[in-house]
């Protein structure tokens, strides 16, 4: 084997074992997470029991476990979430410029940040109208019995798909960096973006248009607002480009 296969070789085994170890931190921080999540349960429980007026139900005791290993896990998932772009900057740091690595690292509060405004957006979106609506339609016909299990599933299917579509503006923003996309681009696809936007809307909402509309209208200010910060990483890509051509 030639010095430059080895050479080759033993970057590819050393890039391996980093990424290992970056994981392996994630990992460990994911743990901690969970068990604070865990032994702070109750508390954060009842704090979203406080937002509703009835009171849960469970039918059998794995319904206990679930619901601990559930809200655990997911104050484990968003407490970690900095953690792991942290590193994941980290590995990829020493193949980025200064420029590079400046604005990457900005992302990964943004990342974070918005990652929370979509839960807290999708969750009140969900106690202020949603969960309303669908007790309304009830008006007195059925006993209502809420289970922890499914009360919780729903919940997550609410707010989970707000966090996602709130992080539109970072990877917008980076595939603008990479030139993948171009705010020219982006304006020209705004309808379709919005289509796209009106229909996650009506998935995760009842049938009902004004819930639909009052959903889907943040999400389009939400894309104008990615147009915006794309507009703005363009620029400042044009013009390092301009400096760099001068020099």
């Known amino acids: ?21 970056r994981l392996l931190i994630t990992g460990v921080c994911f743990i901690g997470f969970f068990i604070l999540g865990f032994i702070f349960i109750k508390d954060i429980y009842y704090f979203f029991e406080n937002d509703i ?13 679930w619901i601990y290993f559930t809200i655990a896990g997911i104050i484990a998932i968003v407490a970690t979430l900095p953690v792991l772009s942290l ?9 980025l410029t200064k420029p590079e690595r400046r604005v990457s690292l900005s992302y990964i509060p943004a990342i974070f ?3 929370v405004l979509g839960l807290v957006f999708g969750y009140l979106m969900f106690i202020k109208l949603i969960l309303p609506f669908l007790l309304s339609l009830n008006d007195g016909m059925f006993n209502e019995l809420f289970t922890v299990e499914k009360y919780f599933r729903f ?21 603008t960096s990479l030139g993948v996309v171009t705010p ?9 973006a919005y289509f796209i936007l009106l229909i996650v809307g009506a998935l995760v909402t009842p049938p009902d248009v004004v819930l639909q509309l009052a959903v889907a209208i943040p999400l ?28």
């Open 1 to 21: 084997m030639s010095n430059s296969n080895k050479e080759k070789e033993m970057n590819i085994v050393g890039h391996l074992s980093e990424l290992r170890n």
């Open 53 to 65: 007026d009835f009171k849960l139900t469970v039918t059998s005791p794995g319904d206990i476990i």
């Open 87 to 95: 590193q994941l900057w980290l590995f990829v740091k020493p193949g």
């Open 113 to 115: 940040l918005l990652f």
């Open 155 to 175: 919940l997550m299917r609410i707010t989970i798909p707000f966090a996602i579509l709130f992080e539109i503006p970072v990877i917008l923003m980076f595939l």
């Open 184 to 192: 020219k681009f982006l304006k020209k696809t705004r309808k379709y």
């Open 220 to 247: 389009f200010i939400l894309y104008e607002i990615s147009i915006y910060l794309a507009t703005i990483v363009y620029r400042k890509k044009q013009q390092r480009h301009i400096e760099y051509m001068e020099k």
